[in-house]
């Protein structure tokens, strides 16, 4: 959950050090540090706080000379947000300093062993123990060293390695945490994101689980866990830096909701051809489907509420039974799951960690695998046996806005696919869905465009607690809507299932208490609007979301948010575009980091 990066050449370390963690600081962090080679010794300096803070005590890189070094950006786990805990650590002699992300598991009984023999630790980290064992294992040979440090490991980590040996060689170290090489020209970079790199390179190697690397201006060497040297493909960077800044919004969360029109024709437009769906890079036959007993979708956060909005479109259109799984429940469930079994793995980054290991669990079993993932070459990718990509672009600010359209629409697109191939609908019917899905990126403008009024009622609603109902496929729109006020607004937002409130929840409605009501599921109108008149009884103020021309809603709610009519199973993807602009507004009212929210980290590569 934070971020490392390195660099060797010919230029001074510590600005581009910054600059790569400046890259990185939507990913979460509470600390920063960097550590520079110069003159045969490590000159590390970090700070508590924010990388500006770093910054200003170095100068911008200028005080710390030297032309190979590492950064980081830490979130905390073990050991508080403090100076001293702060990385880069360096090794008892001085040789060694080490940048870490992940969690080192058996790092308690390492730590006693090292104290054992005679090694100090300045501070509470899991990561100090890798420093020390380094020193350790270390007699003038720093790949056996490096190899023999990451064979005592348990965990998780990407390791960013310098020694003053070496004095323009950086060491990197991969398992089960991201962690890419960037390929220049007379200089070589590592980071864990390649958003940290697409400024100076977009040639990059990705690295694999159980490979480690050696970097030098001149060359990068990877090598396998025995010391075998690899081969690796060189992969080309396809966006621009340009893509990872605000372009003139005020936040980029912002900026990423008004690229939803954009970032869904992206998902689409290579996958319809001739009015027919063809998803890249794997055919399954109708043969191969009717196999499938029912599918399961497991994901975290705002995936795991896609795959909510997404399960009915599959089972309406596939007629195959889905379940929807938190990867961190799956992974322990003991999961029926059999060579019957289709599971669909949602990660933006790809390298979700209980996503990840729910992936691995299902697979053990039988299970076929389809990653949907924003990532090329994320771990996701490469274990998945099928992968569609969201083809969202860099997605900075923390909570998810163009990663959760893009992967409802994704699963849009596969529910289409498979219900061809079942033959579970007409050509007539077919068609019409086909054309509705292309109508998509247009209406989501038309959404962002009708609906001018959200910062009036982002101050109106945004009180400290929020209930959202809905029910169906507006219950799960409510799921992610209340999630985005949580997570940037810090208010409290419940969402629940509309059918529900008479069995408990409606105790808990008060006067004036704010309701976000979703209804956008004409089907169901009535129902829904039975729950409002009953919120209303008892002195709630509703703001109702729906389809406009809904005369029924606007008799009944206080204020309404429209979107523009669509077909019912694919109304999600509008749906949550106002819910995303009211918690921003909300946010913005209220003065908080609303691309880095607290507590909150892009990428949670830890359990």
């Known amino acids: 959950m934070c971020g490392i990066v390195g660099f060797t050449g010919k230029l001074a370390a510590a600005p581009v050090l910054l600059q790569g963690?400046?890259?990185?600081?939507?990913?979460?962090?509470?600390?920063a540090g960097i550590a520079v080679l110069d003159n045969g010794a490590i000159r590390v300096e970090k700070v508590s706080g924010r990388i500006a803070k770093l910054c200003?005590?170095?100068?911008?890189?200028?005080?710390?000379?030297?032309?190979?070094?590492?950064?980081?950006?830490?979130?905390?786990?073990?050991?508080?947000?403090?100076?001293?805990?702060?990385?880069?650590?360096?090794?008892?002699?001085?040789?060694?300093?080490?940048?870490?992300?992940?969690?080192?598991e058996n790092y308690l009984e390492l730590r006693k062993e090292l104290i054992r023999d005679g090694y100090t630790f300045q501070s509470e980290t899991d990561t100090e123990t890798i420093v020390h064992l380094l020193e350790h294992y270390y007699d003038g040979d720093i790949?056996?060293?490096?190899?023999?440090?990451?064979?005592?490991?348990?965990?998780?980590?990407?390791?960013?390695?310098?020694?003053?040996?070496?004095?323009?060689?950086?060491?990197?170290?991969?398992?089960?945490s991201p962690l890419i090489l960037g390929v220049g020209v007379g200089e070589n970079y590592f980071a864990s994101d390649v958003t940290a790199l697409v400024s100076h390179t977009k040639n990059v190697i990705y690295m694999e689980d159980g490979e480690f690397a050696r970097l030098t201006p001149g060359a990068i060497t990877v090598y396998d866990c025995t010391g075998r040297e690899l081969q690796k493909p060189i992969s080309r960077v396809t966006w621009s830096?340009?893509?990872?800044?605000?372009?003139?919004?005020?936040?980029?969360?912002?900026?990423?909701?008004?690229?939803?029109?954009?970032?869904?024709?992206?998902?689409?437009?290579?996958?319809?051809?001739?009015?027919?769906?063809?998803?890249?890079?794997f055919e399954l036959t109708g043969e191969q489907l009717r196999d499938i007993h029912k599918i399961i979708i497991t994901a975290c956060g705002s995936a795991y509420y896609a795959g909510c909005s997404g399960r009915y479109a599959i089972e309406r259109l596939c007629r195959i039974p889905v379940e929807v799984e938190l990867a961190s429940e799956l992974r322990y469930a003991d999961p029926m799951v059999d060579e019957h079994t289709l599971v669909l793995v949602i990660s933006q980054s790809g390298e979700t960690a209980d996503t990840i290991a729910a992936l691995r669990e299902c697979k053990s079993r039988g299970a076929k695998v389809i990653g949907i993932v924003n990532v090329v070459g994320s771990t996701i990718a490469k274990l998945s046996d099928h992968v569609l990509y969201t083809f969202a672009g860099p997605e900075i600010a923390v909570a998810t806005t163009k990663g959760y359209t893009t992967q409802l629409t994704v699963l849009y697109l596969f529910a289409l696919y498979a219900a061809g191939k079942l033959g579970r609908m007409d050509a007539d019917r077919y068609a019409a869905l086909v054309r509705e899905l292309q109508h998509l990126p247009r209406r989501i403008q038309q959404t962002i465009d009708m609906n001018w009024q959200l910062p009036a009622?982002?101050?109106?609603?945004?009180?400290?607690?929020?209930?959202?109902?809905?029910?169906?496929?507006?219950?799960a729109v409510a799921l992610e809507g209340a999630l985005k006020m949580k997570e940037i607004s810090y208010l409290h937002a419940e969402s629940y299932a509309a059918g529900e409130l008479k069995h408990g929840t409606i105790a808990l409605i008060e006067e004036n208490q704010p309701v976000i009501a979703v209804c956008?599921?004409?089907?169901?109108?009535?129902?829904?609007?039975?729950?409002?008149?009953?919120?209303?009884?008892?002195?709630a103020k509703v703001l109702a979301l729906s389809f406009k021309g809904n005369k029924k809603i606007v008799s009944q709610a206080d204020d309404v948010i429209f979107i523009p009519r669509i077909e019912t199973i694919f109304s999600a993807c509008l749906a949550v575009v106002p819910l995303q602009l009211l918690a921003y507004y909300a946010a913005k009212g209220r003065g908080c980091d609303i691309d880095k929210p607290k507590n909150l980290a892009k990428s949670v590569t830890v359990e």
């Not at 829904?528 to 009884?537: D, H, R, W």
Request: aromatic residues 6%; negative net charge.
């Open 21 to 31: 963690l400046e890259r990185l600081e939507y990913r979460g962090y509470d600390s």
């Open 56 to 104: 200003e005590k170095t100068g911008n890189g200028a005080l710390v000379p030297g032309a190979a070094g590492i950064g980081h950006t830490r979130w905390a786990t073990h050991g508080a947000p403090t100076d001293q805990n702060a990385h880069p650590h360096l090794s008892n002699d001085g040789r060694f300093a080490v940048v870490h992300n992940g969690i080192i």
């Open 241 to 281: 830096v340009e893509a990872a800044e605000k372009g003139g919004y005020e936040h980029f969360m912002l900026k990423e909701i008004m690229e939803q029109p954009a970032a869904v024709k992206a998902a689409l437009a290579p996958r319809i051809h001739d009015g027919k769906v063809q998803l890249d890079g």
């Open 520 to 539: 956008c599921n004409e089907s169901l109108m009535d129902k829904t609007l039975s729950n409002i008149v009953e919120v209303k009884a008892r002195g």
């Open 457 to 475: 009622l982002a101050s109106r609603y945004a009180s400290q607690s929020l209930f959202f109902i809905g029910r169906n496929t507006d219950y």
């Open 143 to 176: 790949k056996a060293a490096v190899m023999k440090t990451a064979a005592r490991l348990e965990g998780s980590y990407a390791l960013g390695i310098v020694c003053t040996d070496t004095p323009d060689a950086l060491y990197v170290v991969r398992e089960a």
